[in-house]
C-alpha cells in the first residue's frame, strides 16, 4: 500500500493566543487528518495585561505567554512551534508601536526571509495569515498579512489564506442574543461590529465544529489572556459552538465567487 504524501499546514500568528481563537479548529483538524501543523508566532505577546499577582516571582509575561502557546499547541496536534522573536507592539496608536524591536517597525524584508526560510523547510502547502486589516485593526496582525504575504512568495507556498471573521455571519448572531444576555456578558451592540470582512469577500468556510471542543481547550490554556471569567469562556456549549465552530478565510488569487468548505491544498 502506498502512504499518501504527508501535507503540512504553517499558521502565522502576532501573539500567543491568537491561533486558539482564529484557528484553532483548522490546525485539529489537519492534525487529525495526520497532517503536519507547524505554528509560527511572531512576537511574545509582552504587552498583554494580567492582575497583579499573576506571575510568578521574577517571571516575564513573554515567559508566560510562551509556556500558554506550548500547551495550546500540545493540545491542537502542533508538531513543531516558532517564536520570530519581535517584541509585541501594543495596540494602534500606541507609544510602544515605535519601540526598538517591536514588530510593526521590523525590517519586513527581514521579517519574510525569516519565515520563508521555515515554509520552505516544511515544504509548506497551506500558510495562513490575517486579512490586510489584521481582523481588527492591530499593528502586529496587519504586519502578518504583509510579512506572510511576501514570505510566501519567496518560497513558493501554493496556497495562502488569510484568516478572517465573517462580519455578516457575527452580526446575525448579536442579532439572535437577547438584549439583557449580551449585556449580562458584555457583548457589542451588532452595530457596532467592524472587525473582519463583508461575508461576499470570504473563500473558505470551514465547520470545526467537530474540534471545537479542543479549540475551547487550547483558548482555556492562554489563562493569562483568556481568564476562565472572560466572555469567551462564559459561553454556554452552544453559544460557544455557534460562536467559534465555524473559521473563515480569504484564499489569495482565488477566483470570483469561490466557495469552499475545505481546506484548499494544493495539488500537483
Not at 481582523?135 to 504586519?143: A, K, L, T, V
Amino acid at each position: 500500500m502506498i502512504r499518501p504524501v504527508r501535507r503540512t499546514l504553517v499558521t502565522f500568528h502576532a501573539h500567543p493566543d491568537d491561533e486558539a481563537i482564529s484557528t484553532a479548529g483548522v490546525m485539529a483538524q489537519a492534525a487529525a487528518a495526520g497532517d503536519r501543523v507547524v505554528l509560527v508566532v511572531a512576537t511574545g505577546g509582552e504587552v498583554g495585561e494580567v492582575p497583579d499577582g499573576f506571575l510568578s516571582p521574577g517571571e516575564t509575561l513573554g515567559e508566560r505567554r510562551r509556556a500558554e502557546t506550548e500547551r495550546a499547541a500540545a493540545l491542537l496536534g502542533v508538531e513543531r512551534g516558532e517564536f520570530l522573536g519581535f517584541h509585541d507592539s501594543g495596540m494602534m496608536g500606541e507609544s510602544t508601536n515605535d519601540e526598538p524591536g517591536c514588530f510593526w517597525k521590523a525590517d519586513r524584508d527581514e521579517a519574510a526571509r525569516r519565515l520563508a526560510g521555515i515554509l520552505v523547510e516544511e515544504s509548506a502547502g497551506v500558510l495562513t495569515v490575517y486579512d490586510a486589516n489584521g481582523g481588527y485593526g492591530h499593528p502586529d496582525h496587519i504586519q502578518v498579512h504583509r510579512v506572510g504575504v511576501e514570505a510566501a512568495a519567496r518560497a513558493g507556498t501554493p496556497v495562502v489564506l488569510e484568516a478572517t471573521i465573517n462580519r455578516d455571519s457575527m452580526i446575525e448572531l448579536l442579532t439572535n442574543v437577547p438584549p439583557e444576555l449580551r449585556g449580562e456578558l458584555d457583548m457589542p451592540e451588532p452595530a457596532e461590529i467592524d472587525m473582519g470582512v463583508p461575508g461576499h469577500l470570504i473563500t473558505t468556510t470551514i465547520d470545526v465544529s467537530p474540534w471545537v471542543g479542543l479549540k475551547r481547550e487550547a483558548m482555556r490554556a492562554h489563562a493569562s489572556q483568556i481568564p476562565a471569567d472572560s466572555l469567551f469562556l462564559q459561553l454556554p456549549d452552544e453559544a460557544f459552538t455557534a460562536a467559534f465552530g465555524t473559521e473563515w478565510f480569504i484564499r489569495r488569487g482565488a477566483a470570483p465567487g469561490t466557495r469552499e468548505s475545505t481546506l484548499p491544498w494544493a495539488t500537483s
